[in-house]
């Protein structure tokens, strides 16, 4: 099993341009998640998905689009990215019962540079 | 609003001395706490979990209610300790976490 994976693992862009991380979980976890992580600031939770079709907002949604169109994958999107959104940005997955059941897993992250 | 504190940013103490990382949360009911830890250059992994009441690399945590506190201790500080520390706590569908601590084990 691969876990929780990332791509791209580092992207420098320019002031408007786009892109779309994605992550992909193989684990046939129901929930997924997207979190940056700023120096000072630690995990911020961007948004997320309980499910299938479904995603929510979490602590810092602007700027950002999402999409869970398979189980397995969660995209993450830039429409016109802006250097306040250099960061690392992680990926993670975790059963629904989270308490009970165990734990939330990571991918290994993606270093974003935006110019 | 769901909150998680670590008061210190920064924590250096000597090899074979003992550590104390702080945590307080707020929240409304018994949400579920957990300690995760970040080594260099690598991800996230979960370190302890409050309901496990386990021991994981000589570090446990204490669940304080009346001080809202789960701060994660160990007697004996090791030098491959030195990593980033994250409490957290489990609600409402998501994990919400601290501001993280740095730990840095002196030789």
């Known amino acids: 099993n691969a876990g929780v994976t990332q791509t791209p693992k580092f992207r420098v862009l320019k002031t408007g341009q786009s892109m779309t991380l994605l992550c992909a979980q193989d684990m046939n976890h129901e929930y997924m998640y997207w979190y940056r992580q700023d120096p000072g600031m630690g995990l911020r939770l961007i948004h997320y998905?309980?499910?299938?079709?479904?995603?929510a907002k979490g602590e810092v949604p602007d700027g950002y689009n999402v999409s869970r169109l398979k189980k397995q994958n969660f995209l993450l999107g830039l429409e016109s990215a802006a250097p306040s959104q250099t960061s690392v940005y992680f990926c993670?997955?975790?059963?629904?019962?989270?308490?009970?059941?165990?734990?939330?897993?990571f991918g290994p992250g993606t270093r974003l540079l935006v110019l | 609003a769901q909150r998680v504190t670590q008061p210190e940013k920064l924590l250096s103490v000597f090899k074979g001395a003992p550590v104390e990382l702080k945590c307080n949360y707020s929240?409304?009911?018994?949400?579920?706490l957990f300690w995760y830890v970040q080594y260099s250059r690598q991800r996230l992994q979960l370190l302890l979990r409050h309901i496990s009441r386990e021991s994981i690399k000589g570090f446990t945590a204490d669940l304080n209610k009346g001080e809202t506190s789960f701060h994660l201790k160990k007697p004996f500080a090791q030098e491959e300790d030195s990593a980033m520390y994250y409490c957290a706590a489990w609600g409402a569908q998501k994990l919400v976490f601290g501001q993280g601590t740095r730990l840095t084990i002196n030789p």
């Open positions: 993670a997955s975790s059963p629904p019962r989270l308490w009970a059941y165990g734990t939330q897993y």
């Open positions: 929240y409304s009911g018994s949400p579920e």
């Open positions: 998905s309980v499910g299938e079709g479904t995603t």
